[in-house]
């Protein structure tokens, strides 16, 4: 049924992009600050994020090769079980371009099983890509992920040579999976919001530990987890059928996930309406 839209609380899902030396890890660092709570960084840059560790308390995994997208899922699983409330993921291009990333997986596949042909083979790779994604947009941690851009170089003013950041090293729509997309100039360290659904970002603008802190206010500033599993409950004590039901479980599930005292509640009403719908003869 529809119902009156309204945003809810939500987590982060940011993209910062820019070329190398922009001030990627360093902007996601502060961000992460800004938001508080225990923070877990997935390194894919030989230990890079580990020379900001004075700049805020964290925990570190280096990722080497391959850089598959099952390793990825494996360390955002586990840093969800460890209680972490934010996951800066450092970077996430390697995925997608590094050794063992999507693109070099994919191609190998190709040649091994589809004759060379690696459009036929982007439908056993793409679904191992989905998988990741879908992983990174259901997590119950705010997600920070940093992204390589091709560099172009330009001369300005005073035959001054620039460098520009680019196309972002990810598969082509990545952006659209994010609530924020900031790109990084590698000159001034600027950030400016080429996707921004907060409407918290116009022009240019230093990332600081600040910028984090909007953030979480406008993350919190929708309807809490709670008040939208009273709208949701009541839709799991009234199914009428056992696909209603699970329909219903499932996204009363999705927005419990993280507090297990609320998945509890969700499970017990679930396993009752189920009771009640089973035919007594079927229960005896």
Known sequence: MFKKAERKQAKLRLAIAGPSGSGKTYSALLIAKGLGGKIAV??????????????VDFDAVDLAAPFTPERYIEVIAAAEKA??????ID???????????????NEQLAHS???????????ETTPRHRK????I???????ICTM??????????????IKLGMKSEQRDGTDYEFTVVLDVSHDSHEASASKDRTK???GYEVVSEKTGKKLLDWLNGGTSVRDQLLDLMPDIAKAATMDALQDAYSAAYTIARGDDALIASVVAAKDKRKAELTPAQERA
Request: charged share 20%; proline share 0%; net charge negative.
């Open 42 to 55: 997935l390194d894919t840059e030989t230990g890079s994020a580990s020379l900001y560790s004075d700049l």
């Open 83 to 88: 209680g972490y409330d934010t996951l800066i």
């Open 91 to 105: 970077s996430y291009s390697h995925e997608w371009t590094g050794s063992g990333g999507c693109l070099e997986a």
């Open 113 to 123: 099983k589809f004759k060379g042909n690696t459009w036929a083979a982007w439908n």
């Open 132 to 135: 990741l994604t879908n992983k």
């Open 137 to 143: 947009l259901g997590s119950t941690m705010h997600i």
């Open 148 to 161: 390589r851009s091709k560099t172009e170089t330009v001369q300005g003013e005073g035959k001054k040579i």
């Open 200 to 202: 918290l970002f116009s």
